[in-house]
């Protein structure tokens, strides 16, 4: 709830915006993450094989190969040296994602996702309290140990347990042990810790959020000097804390969100009424100069907030 006047968060957005303008990046990302999830399961449900594999390693139309450097990395420390076609499609994903930004593989293509929303979801419905929250560099020492573990097992450890791998696993051969592990993703987040999931345990997420370290797309308060402090950005964003110096920086401060832990999601461009934030690139660092105060208060906001 915003919390300002008790009233849905993105209340403001959608009366000044509408519903789908308000909505745009979530919905785009619901159609991007069905689409990755939905081109490895042609072949398997419909013999349609454009793309063989799955999200770990991948062969597309049978000459663009795509390999998950994170499986790389593990399959390499493991002792296992692998084949020409996997280096180059680790090689092909790693550039790609160092480019536009390494977390948006976790908001814009890891089916989990869609998982950890729903519990969020309904964790804030249901008005349940934080919970326990494991520190935030959790997540890398979760990393050290999945590598660890691949050292001395001579396994490619994360595969064993990976919830990404065992959702397309069930959705391929039917309900069973496997999807144990997406349950216990989504009551994890649900009842345990509120995101604890991707926000502080999930290694994937980390080893992505060190690769776009210095990645081109970001996310920027261009505007800051119109947000109303409605609070709604804080309530959508997964990891609220990296908006706080780019919104509330002074003047001579970047407005860029610079953190490797955005995911790139878009939620706070989608929520936010006086459209303080937008997607820019990392050198386009100047924040946009002050409305006139009338600018900032629309009437559209005033009814709002009296409402």
């Not at 396994?155 to 051969?173: D, K, T």
Request: aromatic share 12%.
């Amino acid at each position: 709830m915003s919390r300002k006047a008790d009233i849905p968060v993105g209340h403001d957005a959608i009366a000044e915006k509408g519903w789908l303008s308000a909505h745009k990046y979530l919905l785009l990302r619901r159609f991007s993450q069905a689409f990755f999830l939905a081109i490895f399961l042609l072949g398997p449900w419909f013999g349609i094989w454009w793309v063989k594999g799955n999200l770990s390693g991948s062969l597309t139309f049978g000459v663009l190969p795509l390999t998950d450097p994170f499986i790389l990395i593990q399959s390499i420390v493991a002792g296992h040296w692998p084949e020409t076609t996997a280096l180059i499609g680790a090689v092909i994903v790693a550039a790609a994602y160092a480019l536009i930004g390494g977390r948006v593989y976790c908001s814009w293509v890891c089916p989990i996702n869609p998982v950890t929303d729903g519990a969020h979801w309904l964790h804030e419905k249901l008005g349940m309290p934080k919970g326990w929250q494991p520190k935030a560099n959790t997540r890398y020492w979760v990393l050290a140990m999945v590598l660890a573990v691949s050292v001395l097992g001579g396994v490619i450890a994360w595969e064993l347990v990976n919830p990404i791998s065992m959702l397309h696993r069930g959705l391929i051969f039917g309900m069973g042990f496997a999807w144990a592990f997406v349950l216990a993703v989504f009551v994890f987040d649900f009842a345990v810790a509120r995101r604890g999931w991707c926000g502080h345990l999930c290694p994937v997420g980390a080893f992505y959020g060190l690769l776009g370290t210095k990645s081109l797309l970001r996310v920027s308060a261009v505007d800051r000097a119109a947000c109303d402090d409605c609070m709604d950005c804080f309530a959508v964003c997964p990891e609220m804390h990296v908006i706080t110096p780019a919104l509330r920086g002074r003047d001579e401060d970047t407005p860029l969100i610079l953190s490797p832990d955005c995911t790139n999601c878009g939620r706070c461009i989608d929520v936010c009424a006086p459209q303080v934030f937008r997607f820019t690139h990392r050198f386009d660092d100047s924040p946009a100069p002050a409305r006139p105060e009338r600018e900032k208060n629309t009437p559209s906001t005033k009814a709002s907030r009296a409402a």
